[in-house]
């Protein structure tokens, strides 16, 4: 999961309910600095909420985006049932079309991170007309890697058996040993991922987590989509294969970029790059396409 290095509200931000036909979402709504360029619609991880894009708000709203990033169904504070069904694929999906309706804006630029990218591709797939383009944030169409699948693994089997305490405790003691470099100890934002695990529907962390372990590939339903599409992932990214991650650009045509030193969270350690690659991708996914004059 993403962790934010501080939880201050960039300017020209609010944080509100998005209301939608399938229900109200907390979202983080930035408003862009000038004339807007267009608007993005941010969709975070596993374990993770819309406060692991807060350092990527302030970029992308000065280069003159409205950014909107939001906690899906029983993520942090948004409410969640506790079916399994309501965390399939195809539902988080639909999730992800009525946000985009939502904002009122037209077809937005969407961005996964992550887990957020297995439900973002989904939804591009569902309703591609809502979507000026896709980006997978350190997220990619293949099988995480193996030590990840074991974490998981591992982490569904015990919320079954113990409390989500516990399993907080449980996650906390691998921090501390190092299994987390980006920890940070500040008392607030300890605090706040301590709150955000507990307000996160056990269902909604079982279902994701099912997905994540997923042997899909979704490859070639990549290649067929008729937006842009982009990869996009830290030269440390750990939780897929950066090689594996590069051929799925390089089979799909997409837009490709790593960002030096960056691990599995770009949005939070690298916001000042990332945003100069994101914005150059959405300049270019929409530019107008050239008419050749040649006889």
């Known amino acids: 999961m993403s962790k934010p290095r501080s939880l201050v509200l960039p300017p020209r931000t609010r944080a509100r309910r998005l209301e939608t036909a399938r229900g109200r979402f907390a979202v983080l709504d930035t408003a862009p600095s000038g004339e807007r360029r267009g608007t993005a619609l941010l969709l975070p991880g596993y374990t993770g909420s819309k406060e692991d894009f807060l350092a990527l708000l302030g970029p992308l709203s000065e280069a003159g985006y409205r950014v909107v990033a939001v906690d899906g169904r029983g993520q942090n504070e948004t409410h969640g049932p506790r079916g399994r069904a309501a965390y399939r694929r195809k539902a988080l999906a639909l999730d992800a079309v009525a946000q985009a309706a939502a904002l009122g804006d037209g077809p937005v630029h969407l961005v996964g991170h992550s887990f957020g990218g297995l439900v973002a591709r989904a939804a591009a797939g569902v309703a591609p007309g809502a979507f000026r383009s896709l980006t997978l944030l350190s997220s990619g169409p293949g099988r995480v890697a193996r030590p990840q699948r074991i974490r998981l693994w591992v982490l569904r089997a015990s919320l079954t058996l113990l409390s989500k305490e516990q399993v907080w405790q449980a996650m906390c003691w691998l921090d501390d040993r190092g299994e987390e470099p980006d920890t940070y100890d500040a008392p607030e934002l ?6 955000r695990w507990m307000r996160t529907r056990i269902a909604q962390l079982s279902g994701a ?17 008729s937006m842009p599409l982009h990869f996009a992932y830290g030269s440390d990214e750990m939780v897929w294969a950066p090689a594996e991650l590069s051929v799925a650009a390089a089979r799909t045509g997409a837009h490709h970029t790593v960002v030096a030193g960056a691990g599995h969270s770009p949005n939070v350690s ?13 300049e270019r996914a929409t530019a107008p396409a050239r008419v050749s004059t040649a006889p």
């Open 190 to 195: 300890a605090g706040f991922l301590r709150r």
């Open 209 to 225: 987590g099912r997905l994540l372990l997923s042997r899909e590939d979704g490859t070639e339903q990549l290649a067929a989509l």
């Open 270 to 282: 690298h916001p000042e790059e990332l945003t100069v690659r994101l914005t150059g991708f959405w």
